[in-house]
T-cell receptor, first 111, second 113 residues
Framework: GIQVEQSPPDLILQEGANSTLRCNFSDSVNNLQWFHQNPWGQLINLFYIPSGTKQNGRLSATTVATERYSLLYISSSQTTDSGVYFCAVERYAGNNRKLIWGLGTSLAVNP | DVKVTQSSRYLVKRTGEKVFLECVQDMDHENMFWYRQDPGLGLRLIYFSYDVKMKEKGDIPEGYSVSREKKERFSLILESASTNQTSMYLC????????????FGSGTRLTVV
């Protein structure tokens, strides 16, 4: 099956710093999403980005599908950005929807 | 505000007990999912359902079963809880045919003693 690898596994930033998180996947996919899990466990979808670039405030994401990777950029980080960032991919098979998840990047932003 | 609600935030059960984890969504989503999350292992899919009374095994279904009698409710059942089922359990839902828009519940942290 498809493998999803995220790097780095852990990241510590000072507030205001920028960072780039990477997601590599081993095969072509129809769907790629980035999620953020806050320290209380709530998972929220950040981006649906099977290809191209999207921006939402201080966050942006780029997926290069032909090279099988995606990048999540966090600019001017804030303490509220802390948590775990997951990349998840999907390869459609009929009605069955099944995301394949990376292990995440754990981010701590210090004041 | 649309949401996925999990019935308990924290749960402590004894080994051998039958445990029910409930998940309700109010978004009329066809697809519903149960994951467990463990440190170093990420999110692993237990079961999913793409319609009422339909269920499909995920990657780690052993020791679990599910029930989906109504569209809005997806229940995860631990037939005989064991200590290795101590974990964070996350429920999610999504709309059929739409590749984004997964909505997660806030999770149930289950401890089996």
């Amino acid at each position: 099956g498809i493998q999803v690898e995220q790097s780095p596994p852990d990241l510590i930033l000072q507030e205001g710093a920028n960072s780039t998180l990477r997601c590599n996947f081993s095969d072509s996919v129809n769907n790629l999403q980035w999620f953020h899990q806050n320290p209380w466990g709530q998972l929220i979808n950040l981006f649906y980005i099977p290809s191209g670039t999207k921006q939402n405030g201080r966050l942006s994401a780029t997926t290069v599908a032909t090279e099988r990777y995606s990048l999540l950029y966090i600019s001017s980080s804030q303490t509220t950005d802390s948590g775990v960032y997951f990349c998840a991919v999907e390869r459609y098979a009929g009605n069955n929807r099944k995301l394949i998840w990376g292990l995440g990047t754990s981010l701590a932003v210090n004041p | 505000d649309v949401k996925v609600t999990q019935s308990s935030r924290y749960l402590v059960k004894r080994t051998g007990e039958k445990v029910f984890l409930e998940c309700v969504q109010d978004m009329d989503h066809e697809n519903m999912f149960w994951y467990r999350q463990d440190p170093g292992l990420g999110l692993r899919l237990i079961y999913f359902s793409y319609d009422v009374k339909m269920k499909e095994k995920g990657d780690i279904p052993e020791g679990y079963s599910v029930s989906r009698e109504k569209k809005e409710r997806f229940s995860l059942i631990l037939e005989s809880a064991s200590t290795n089922q101590t974990s964070m359990y996350l429920c999610a839902s999504s709309l059929r045919g739409v590749p984004y828009g997964y909505t997660f519940g806030s999770g149930t942290r289950l401890t089996v003693v």
